[in-house]
């Protein structure tokens, strides 16, 4: 497991860098997921079940990035899948061409499918575009229903949402219906699916739109 | 309850005007707390406890700074404390100068304490001194042991963390010693509280530090 060391990258437009990463990519066909969630939600968890849930059928490479540390690359490791942790110098965010970095040290001719772990944030990394072709975010059921209410701008930003952590259902106040309300307000055509990385339920969903998406 | 729109401080050092507040306030008899976590950490809920607990003693103002709505000062208007909810513009973070605004709305000739309630997040809010005498912040069961790994700067930063929603804790894997080795590496001289806001466990200990601060 490498670690490298990622800096704000000096560019004249990150959307303009992102467009062409993921043209980049699509024609390598990789396939590239923003995954974007708080700290603590469970992104690490939900990976390393989803790369041992698909392993026979696509070679997926995992990009994770944070502050410090190196936590989450070696608990991905233990998946058996490539990983890579990417530090952002302090920085709350990930843009495109610090993505473009860490997709250089992979061996994107062996990799179907790379997950950027994003930095554990629902501010920063919603306001730049990582390259990926599709961003993905979690809400975890203990953070509680009223996060689209204070974080709009990163649920109006995803494909897809993925209520986490469904097996605690019973020990936390959390409305499923207000919260896809909330959500679908912001982002009508976003996918949401309920899901548990610790027991499987509602895990195949995800795993299935992982598959029709691959490039 | 009234909402307020903060913009980014033009000033020539936040570190000056953070420094500068505290000074005010403290000739004021106003302490002045920030209080960080991860979104869905529970700072509104461990916030609306601790002014039940201690509305016979001191008079509590909150300031709930947050990108977008109104439902944590509604909340905490819930429990007749004072508060103000502050829009950041965005912004993840809340600097001297917001604070400063922001304080400027409430009637602090009849208040003991001010807690503001900083955006969640544990990167930004950790890089800038908010003109808060004391910096406490929130680390829930949920969110997992390996925080202080990842976010140093936030840990290394606080007078006081609370670890919460233990009441929680059989149905998640979260090591107290490694949290409380890792916190103390990084700043040894923290105080560290386990409350749960739910059942009023160990909020004692966190409310007799806050009546031992008292200007």
């Not at 990976?47 to 070679?59: F, H, P, Q, V």
Request: charged content about 30%.
């Amino acid at each position: 497991m490498k670690i490298i060391e990622l800096h704000k990258t000096i560019s004249e437009s990150n959307d303009k860098d992102a467009f062409e990463l993921k043209e980049e990519l699509r024609k390598q066909k990789v396939l590239f997921i923003n995954l974007m969630s708080s700290p603590g939600a469970g992104k690490t968890t939900l990976l390393s079940r989803t790369i041992l849930d698909l392993k026979d059928e696509m070679n997926i490479g995992v990009i994770e990035a944070d502050i410090d540390s190196d936590v989450d690359a070696l608990k991905i490791e233990k998946t058996g899948a490539l990983s890579i942790q990417a530090h952002t110098d302090g920085m709350c965010h990930v843009d495109a061409g610090m993505s473009k970095k860490a997709l250089d040290e992979l061996d994107l001719k062996n990799i179907d499918l790379v997950f950027l772990e994003n930095v554990g944030n629902l501010i920063c990394p919603a306001e730049y575009d990582t390259g990926a072709h599709k961003n993905v975010m979690i809400l975890s059921i203990p953070e509680g229903d009223d996060k689209p209410l204070k974080y709009p701008l990163i649920f109006s930003k995803c494909d897809v949402l993925l209520l986490t952590k469904i097996d605690t259902i019973n020990y936390f106040n959390f409305d499923f219906e207000k919260v896809i309300k909330r959500v679908k307000k912001l982002n009508p055509n976003i996918l949401i699916f309920p899901v548990s990385s610790k027991t499987g339920e509602g895990m195949k969903e995800f795993e299935d739109w992982l598959k029709e998406n691959r490039l």
